[in-house]
């Protein structure tokens, strides 16, 4: 989980700040988190900028008006988080490989890129990290995978995981589990998002007012999440104490096993992983 203990990190500079990079962002910006030298962010329009530039602690850079911008954002970062656009990111490392300094870590966020394409495009001396956390950073609860690169020290990680421990929990895998890690914490809370919506659908046909629907449904969510967080029991052992024998909840689980959830999900993220790596090859 999120720690609670203060942590200290180095400058750091986002390259790009869209929804995942501002998720982690936010998380750097509450009051046990502390950024010697200030956080740098660049982004494309100068109204975005200005948005971030009135965070504290945070200095921002618009690339449509400035064209260094990006290597005024890297200038003497320690951590550099590359958070573009997939196709950009060739373009963007190419740009700022030269104004690295020895000893840089370089994070991607960028989904589907691997490491090797880091490395063959920056320095020798420079360590990359990938990286794939999930929207709920912005609530303090996020899943984050990361890769080590080759060129990656034992402290490089660390530093990392630091990181990216200020907005939730974080998993250390080798990068071929990543995509696959990828289709169930990075895309996770959408399937969770579109459960609570068919279900909100259900009690909406069966006569309740979206409003009944919400608490209802949003309420059940969050109260079950709580419930598992807070127990050592399993889901598996959570659900049975639920499920009388004979009664109506077994009878509603046996029809969605019937349906083939499992095998659903199983499909839904196969085809997700597919896609990771069509995308990866692109």
Do not use: H
Request: aromatic fraction near 4%.
């Amino acid at each position: 989980m999120t720690s609670t203990a203060s942590t200290t990190l180095p400058t750091i500079a986002f390259l790009g700040a869209g929804s995942m990079a501002r998720a982690v962002l936010t998380g750097l910006l509450t009051p046990r988190v502390t950024v010697e030298g200030g956080i740098r962010a660049t982004n494309r329009t100068a109204s975005k900028a200005a948005e971030l530039s009135g965070l504290d602690g945070v200095t921002a850079f618009a690339t449509a008006d400035e064209p260094e911008a990006n290597l005024k954002a890297v200038a003497g970062a320690r951590i550099v988080i590359v958070a573009v656009k997939p196709a950009m990111v060739p373009d963007l490392l190419t740009e700022i490989a030269g104004s690295l300094e020895p000893g840089t870590l370089v994070v991607s966020v960028a989904a589907g890129v691997t490491i090797a394409t880091f490395e063959s495009l920056l320095p020798e001396s420079v360590a990359v990290i990938r990286s794939m956390p999930n929207t709920p950073a912005l609530v303090g609860k996020a899943v984050t995978g990361l890769s080590a690169g080759t060129r990656s020290s034992a402290t490089d990680l660390e530093l990392a995981t630091a990181l990216f421990g200020t907005v939730g929990d974080v998993l250390v895998v080798p990068e071929s589990k990543l995509d696959a890690l990828s289709t169930i914490s990075g895309s996770g809370p959408a399937y969770v998002f579109y459960l609570i919506e068919q279900l909100t659908a259900t009690a909406v046909a069966k006569g309740f007012t979206p409003e009944e629907a919400a608490v209802m449904v949003n309420g059940t969510f969050l109260g079950a999440c709580t419930l598992l967080a807070g127990s050592d029991l399993s889901p598996t052992e959570l659900r049975r104490q639920v499920t009388s024998p004979s009664g109506t909840t077994e009878r509603a689980v046996w029809e969605l096993e019937k349906g083939g959830l499992k095998e659903l999900f199983d499909r839904a993220t196969d085809a997700a992983l597919a896609r990771a790596r069509e995308l990866a090859g692109n």
